[in-house]
């Protein structure tokens, strides 16, 4: 009972002293970052409330209104069809950011996985899976994503190949830094304790290799996601993502090319902005979290 | 250039400025730029043409097709200089903390002058590297500024087969950018020897 009680009153400040902690570090971020992090944390909450805020009808279409410009009623104009353009951003802001998280989610792993592969097992393990890295890594991701989309839409749909094209893209650069961080691990007195001491291999991936990993892992999940807004956007936009019909920021831009010629600027400018404010809040963060933890990263991952 | 100045004047309102912009410009996807500008200087202004060739016969006569060529070819390049911009920023910084630079600092040469001859040449070492890398990277650019103006080029032929689902040529066109990747990274290590003397020594 008291022993319990104990426990938890422990666990209770040890929490109470992470948010003092996160709190004292808030205190000395510099303004940019600040606004960075207000800004994407309003646009989260937005994102995750889209159904509470305005419900998506696809099929509301209003042809009284078509190609209306900016108003009270329609915060952000209507589409061609005359559907509210408001709407369908917010619900296209969540879509495309919850394909993005999770298909940056998918490269983050492929990478680790790879690269604890070759740095652990070491000899022509290595060897073989790093030349298969290359080949990888020649790719063009753009080019290379929509050759992968073509070949898994008919079997995966839309949002699935999407999250295939950005995740079979974006790990090479994660997994070389995997594995030069393991390999200067394994040189460590820490590591030839823990053999000494009869670890198995499994138990030394998991005790001693992978807490020194999290952060540069963590680190390229964070700046994957805007490159996957940008791919997820770009595929949709050409038509080869998700089904036109669904609200992706993608699109909603393509909706925007054909209306220009009407004159309905704001259809392609309102996405683009979503898109823009998300990249930016995103790449600040991460940019300032990179420059505290290690400032030599930057010229490695390249994406 | 920029990223020159931008390191001369680190901490500077300047340098926040060219930063910034370079980061609105990393972030800012190509097609949505490519987008407004099509709507501002074709549709608005009119004083470009919206997207095509002109006739085929009169390109090959003048050689280029200025008019066309203009928009796509400004949106390609902004979404490449931001990138260089940064780098050359971050190279310069470096460089500026090194002994010979102290050096000649100390021996009264102008600032100007530092920069220029001292710095600069070192900073565009690992420029090349980025360069080779990037030349592909355009490429795949391509595909959405020739789908916004369309140009009938590579990156539309790829688009056209994609949607078909022509799975030959998609693939044919990827194998070509990647030997392009590999060939700016070979072109870019033998420049290595011929640019950097240090390099030269630790081979021969």
């Known amino acids: 009972m008291s022993a319990s009680s104990g426990a938890l009153r422990s666990s209770l400040n040890i929490g109470a002293r992470r948010s003092q902690r996160l709190a004292q570090a808030m205190q000395r971020w510099p303004v940019s970052v600040r606004v960075a992090a207000g800004v994407l944390g309003v646009l989260v909450v937005v994102a995750l409330l889209a159904n509470v805020i305005v419900p998506l009808d696809d099929t509301a279409v209003d042809l009284d209104?078509?190609?209306?410009?900016?108003?009270?009623a329609h915060l952000m104009g209507t589409d061609e069809v005359g559907r509210d353009l408001f709407a369908r951003v917010l619900h296209g802001?969540?879509?495309?950011?919850t394909i993005a998280v999770l298909a940056a989610l998918a490269a983050v792993i492929v990478g680790t996985v790879v690269g604890v592969l070759a740095g652990t097992m070491g000899g022509k393990v290595d060897a073989l899976v790093m030349r298969v890295t290359d080949v990888f890594a020649s790719q063009n991701h753009f080019l290379f994503g929509i050759l992968l989309l073509v070949l898994f839409r008919p079997a995966l749909g839309g949002a699935g190949a999407v999250m295939l094209a950005v995740g079979l893209t974006h790990w090479p650069s994660l997994?070389?830094?995997?594995r030069r961080e393991l390999m200067s691990l394994r040189e460590r007195p820490f590591v030839s304790a823990a053999i000494g001491g009869?670890?198995?291999?499994?138990r030394l991936a998991r005790r001693h290799y992978l807490p020194h990993l999290m952060p540069a892992v963590g680190l390229a999940f964070v700046l994957t996601v805007p490159h996957a807004v940008f791919h997820e956007s770009a595929y949709s936009f050409?038509?080869?993502?998700?089904?036109?019909?669904?609200?992706?920021l993608g699109n909603i831009l393509a909706d925007g090319q054909r209306s220009l010629l009407a004159g309905g600027w704001w259809?392609?400018?309102?996405?683009?902005?979503?898109?823009?404010?998300?990249a930016m809040t995103i790449s600040t963060l991460a940019e300032y979290w990179r420059e505290h933890l290690h400032p030599r990263w930057r010229s490695e991952l390249e994406l | 250039m920029f990223g020159v100045l931008a390191a001369a004047f680190r901490g500077t309102l300047f340098d926040w400025l060219v930063r910034t912009l370079c980061y609105f410009n990393t972030a800012a996807p190509s097609f949505w730029i490519g987008l407004l500008a099509l709507y501002?200087?074709?549709i608005e202004l009119g004083w470009l043409p919206a997207g095509g060739t002109s006739d085929p016969r009169a390109v090959e006569a003048s050689g280029v097709d200025l008019e066309h060529l203009i928009l796509p070819m400004v949106i390609l390049a902004l979404t490449q200089y931001a990138w260089f911009t940064l780098f050359v920023r971050n190279t310069m910084l470096e460089i500026l903390r090194e002994d010979h630079v102290q050096f000649a600092r100390a021996q009264g040469i102008g600032e100007l002058a530092v920069l220029l001859r001292y710095a600069l040449p070192n900073a565009l070492i690992p420029f090349v590297t980025l360069i080779g890398t990037h030349l592909a990277e355009l490429i795949g650019g391509t595909i959405l500024i020739e789908s916004i103006f369309g140009w009938p080029g590579l990156g539309l032929l790829a688009l056209d087969a994609a949607r078909s689902e022509d799975i030959p040529?998609?693939?044919?066109?990827t194998l070509c950018a990647s030997v392009l990747v590999v060939l700016g990274n070979l072109l870019a290590d033998v420049s290595y020897r011929i640019i950097d003397p240090r390099v030269r020594e630790a081979t021969t």
């Open chain 1, 65 to 72: 209104r078509v190609l209306d410009g900016p108003s009270a």
């Open chain 1, 93 to 97: 802001f969540r879509i495309s950011l």
């Open chain 1, 175 to 178: 997994a070389r830094i995997v």
């Open chain 1, 198 to 202: 009869g670890a198995s291999r499994w």
């Open chain 1, 238 to 248: 050409l038509g080869l993502g998700l089904p036109a019909h669904e609200a992706s």
């Open chain 1, 267 to 278: 259809i392609a400018l309102f996405p683009g902005l979503a898109i823009l404010t998300a």
């Open chain 2, 40 to 42: 501002v200087f074709s």
């Open chain 2, 169 to 173: 040529m998609i693939v044919g066109i």
